[in-house]
């Protein structure tokens, strides 16, 4: 399959998408929420033991690239380079949002003391695999709340607006070719993307500025699932203080700045947690605007008692 048949491909997938009838989608909605419902009273998604599983997300760069090629030292800066789909294949991930992205996905492991060493185990040993495999690719794999250094030759602005249009249709060239994430670009709802934070100014008519961004994702099965709100409330309410004691991408790309941002301003009162600014934009806008102006109020305070006014 040429380069070309492969564009003609997903744009006829994502016309499918968007050809769905969202009257009839909801009225489907609603009727499995009811059988979910009555599934649940009845005890089906119970489970014997709380179970374990997460999701670490990278985005690569160059390492080594240029130097072993005969450049000069020093050159190699990290730049963001995209991922081959066959070198995902290899070491066991899978593909995320931007062609410069990669998943590493763990077992479930029962949640008691040997479960959660489990998870420990598989994390560092599969990632160290996976680091010596792309060593000799001219890459590393990165674990970072938002990449700032575009790729090589290029600006982040300009990696993350293009984009090619068929039949109507645009397709973000540095996406995966997942049609659902390219049918959110091309839907009723595509202006909500983009950067909204301090001294920052992006929008995008694609879902590819959430590819900005990387995350760590813990998934817990409860062992009654009624009991689902509860245990999701205890996780929030930890989770808002830990991300305010451990915000980790307080900058993105330097072209993303406005051109007359003072770099004093940008550190006094910038945002500490963009990371949560950008890919809240996956969201209904009202959901992102509530959720952004929260985190940026805990973030900025390191406020320990965030969720508990939330």
């Not at 997938?13 to 969202?22: K, N, V």
């Not at 998870?119 to 990632?127: F, N």
């Not at 409330?233 to 993105?252: E, I, T, W």
């Amino acid at each position: 399959m040429t380069q070309q048949d492969g564009v003609d491909a997903l744009a006829d997938r994502i016309g499918g998408m968007l050809q769905t009838d969202p009257e009839a989608f909801r009225d489907r909605a609603e009727l499995d929420a009811e059988t979910v419902k009555t599934e649940l009273a009845n005890g089906t998604f119970d489970n014997h033991q709380s179970i374990v599983g997460f999701e670490y997300e990278f985005y690569a760069v160059s390492q080594g690239r240029w130097t072993a090629s005969g450049g000069t030292e020093g050159v190699d800066r990290g730049d963001l380079t995209r991922v081959p789909r066959r070198l995902l294949t290899l070491i066991g991930f899978e593909k995320e949002l931007g062609l410069h992205n990669a998943e590493m996905t763990t077992s479930p492991q029962p949640f008691n003391p040997d479960g959660l060493r489990a998870q420990a185990a598989e994390v560092r040993s599969r990632l160290r695999a996976a680091l010596e495999t792309t060593r000799q690719e001219g890459m590393r794999l990165v674990s970072d709340g938002v990449w700032t250094m575009p790729p090589a030759g290029g600006d982040a602005r300009s990696y993350l607006d293009s984009t090619v249009e068929r039949d109507g249709l645009r397709i973000a060239t540095n996406m995966t070719d997942s049609a659902r994430y390219h049918a959110m670009g091309n839907g009723p709802n595509a202006d909500r993307f983009g950067v909204d934070a301090p001294f920052v100014s992006l929008a995008s008519d694609t879902a590819m500025t959430v590819a900005l961004t990387t995350s760590i994702q813990p998934h817990y099965q409860v062992p009654a699932a009624g009991d689902v709100p509860l245990y999701h409330n205890y996780a929030v309410r930890l989770a808002g203080p830990l991300l305010a004691l451990g915000v980790n991408s307080p900058f993105v790309p330097p072209e993303l700045y406005e051109p007359d941002a003072d770099p004093t301003a940008i550190l006094a009162d910038g945002a500490r947690e963009n990371r949560i600014h950008v890919f809240e934009s996956l969201n209904t806008e009202d959901l992102r605007r509530c959720v952004s102006r929260e985190i940026s109020t805990a973030s900025n305070r390191r406020s320990t008692g965030w969720l508990a006014t939330t």
